[in-house]
C-alpha cells in the first residue's frame, strides 16, 4: 500500500497535488482511495478507481475526481490510514 505514497497526481501532465495518505477498507484492506494534498494546499478525497499509476505519477482523467474535504472526512472515518496504522502507539 505504501508504494503509492507521495507519487504526483496529474492530469493532463499537469500537476495537482501530491498523494500523502492512503485509505483502506478495515474489513477487506483493499485500497479505497488516497488524500491528496493539493497544489492549493487543501487536502482531497482520490477515489482509487479514478486513478491510474503511470511510473511515478498518479494519472486522473479530470481534477474533478478529487473530492472536497467533507468528502474526505468520510472516507477517513469508515476506512483505515496507512498512517495511522504505521503510528508508534503512545
Do not use: K
Request: hydrophobic share 40%.
Amino acid at each position: 500500500m505504501d508504494d503509492w505514497l507521495w507519487h504526483t497526481v496529474v492530469t493532463n501532465g499537469i500537476p495537482v497535488g501530491r498523494i500523502v495518505d492512503v485509505i483502506s477498507d478495515a474489513a477487506s484492506e483493499n485500497v479505497i482511495g488516497f488524500e491528496v494534498r493539493c497544489q492549493d494546499e487543501q487536502h482531497r478525497f482520490l477515489p482509487r478507481a479514478s486513478a491510474t499509476q503511470r511510473g511515478s505519477e498518479i494519472e486522473i482523467d479530470s481534477p474533478l475526481a478529487l473530492l472536497d474535504t467533507d468528502q474526505l472526512d468520510f472516507y477517513r472515518s469508515r476506512g483505515v490510514s496507512l498512517r495511522a496504522r504505521e503510528e508508534p502507539a503512545a
